[in-house]
């Protein structure tokens, strides 16, 4: 059964489908009708988010984002890229629009012109780490989201409750299954329970303020907030 596209406006802001089919998902990415904001698609599981992005999940992207950048000054090697939002496929099996990509070392997608604009693969190699930011998708974020994730093999997954102002970290472990972590294995230095005392500063600061605060932490870490040995120089 294909979801039509007539009058899609006019429907519940989230679409979602079992038992769609590449086509389907191709119909709604370039549809001039849609405005669709995040996109998923996983072995006949579709997902379509028309919402707009509110204040809370905007103020969360961007520090979460600025972690990353953080993390690259205080440790430059090796190479790190940030693609949040990109669209990334594996065509006729998934597809999806991470709140947060990100690519460490090399070979590092690059566009170039006449090329979709989209990280598509095996042209292109997959990212090292992925994280959805959960203002009201959360149930979805931890479980489908999640199996699309481990399906690609993705190595790290954050998901972020933005009103928990709790962090979920998993790592994929041998058997292609995801488990949590108390600090990220792409970003070797960094605890998950560090950044999230950055998010619970989001109650009362900005996103900048709580930025600073973790940078002051990452300069000077303490054992209780350091769970694993920053790169080798």
């Avoid at 905007?58 to 953080?70: N, R």
């Avoid at 560090?194 to 600061?205: D, S, V």
Wanted: glycine residues 6%.
């Amino acid at each position: 059964m294909t979801i039509s596209l007539d009058n899609a406006q006019a429907r519940s802001r989230i679409q979602q489908q079992h038992g769609a089919t590449w086509q389907d998902y191709v119909a709604w990415r370039d549809s001039n009708e849609i405005d669709w904001q995040k996109i998923a698609f996983d072995q006949g599981w579709l997902w379509v988010d028309m919402g707009t992005e509110g204040p809370n999940h905007a103020s969360f992207s961007d520090l979460l984002t600025a972690v990353f950048f953080m993390w690259a000054f205080l440790y430059p090697e090796p190479p790190l890229q940030s693609y949040g939002r990109c669209l990334i496929e594996r065509p006729e099996t998934q597809a999806c629009a991470p709140d947060l990509v990100l690519y460490k070392g090399e070979a590092i997608p690059r566009w170039q012109p006449g090329e979709p604009r989209r990280i598509v693969t095996p042209r292109h190699r997959l990212p090292d780490l992925v994280g959805e930011i959960a203002d009201t998708t959360l149930s979805i974020d931890l479980d489908e989201q999640k199996q699309l994730y481990a399906r690609l093999q993705i190595a790290e997954y954050w998901v972020v409750d933005v009103k928990g102002r709790r962090l979920f970290a998993f790592g994929l472990n041998a058997s292609g299954v995801y488990q949590p972590i108390q600090a990220s294995q792409v970003l070797p230095g960094l605890a998950i329970a560090l950044i999230e005392q950055a998010l619970e500063r989001l109650a009362t600061e900005t996103n900048t303020a709580a930025a600073t605060w973790l940078m002051q932490q990452l300069r000077s870490p303490s054992p209780s907030t350091t769970e694993t040995a920053p790169p080798e120089a």
